[in-house]
């Protein structure tokens, strides 16, 4: 959410990114089209330090070298080649052949967010479990890591609508970012709706771990 605002409110925009040192990496096609989905990118960075910093652990100097790794891994994933990376990539195939398959443009924007979503899941989940250089609970039963697996990834979906529904409706709430800087209340919504957003994964991380 801090992100979300400091985006909107500080007036960023593309031509600012793009003027400093990420514009190899914050252009092209997925950037104008996907750019709310940086706040995922950065909230699931927020994650894998929050793991490293603030959980106990008897290995914790090991995490010197495990959470820079893990980061670099999401990112790349992430941003590689450019912004979007395998991820957005991998969203924008699957559903654009549904969709040229026959299938209703609704539902395979879905089904491209939902593919994206286990990618997306499986680099955060995996950058934590690196971090920890294991499990945070090993005697959890498997159904129930399974659950509360699913449940992440579910959340992680909903997330992806909610960050990318405005503009897929052709609703402006964020105007015409990330061409031009946000209004005020186009930089409310959108840290309202990152809120939103977010709220049901870092519920259940709470609750879970």
Request: aromatic share 12%; with cysteine; net charge positive.
């Amino acid at each position: 959410m801090i992100a979300a605002a400091a985006l909107g409110f500080g007036g960023i925009s593309r031509f600012e990114i793009q003027a400093g040192s990420f514009a190899p990496i914050l252009h092209g096609f997925f950037f104008n089209t996907f750019a709310p989905l940086m706040i995922l990118v950065i909230y699931a960075v927020a994650r894998i330090v929050a793991v490293a910093l603030l959980e106990p652990s008897d290995l914790a100097l090991a995490r010197f070298v495990t959470a820079p790794l893990a980061v670099a891994a999401l990112l790349v994933a992430a941003l590689y080649p450019t912004f979007g990376g395998i991820i957005a990539r991998s969203a924008f195939f699957s559903g654009g052949m549904m969709f040229i398959e026959g299938m209703m443009l609704g539902a395979a924007w879905l089904i491209g967010i939902a593919f994206a979503a286990i990618i997306f899941g499986f680099v955060l989940g995996a950058g934590v479990i690196f971090v920890r250089l294991g499990f945070a609970e090993p005697g959890r039963p498997p159904r129930t890591r399974l659950a509360t697996g699913l449940m992440r990834y579910v959340a992680l979906v909903f997330a992806g609508l909610i960050l990318l529904l405005p503009g897929q409706t052709g609703i402006s709430l964020y105007g015409d970012w990330p061409v031009w800087p946000m209004q005020p209340r186009e930089a409310a919504a959108l840290t309202a709706f990152s809120l939103i957003a977010l709220a049901p994964h870092a519920m259940i991380v709470r609750c879970h771990g």
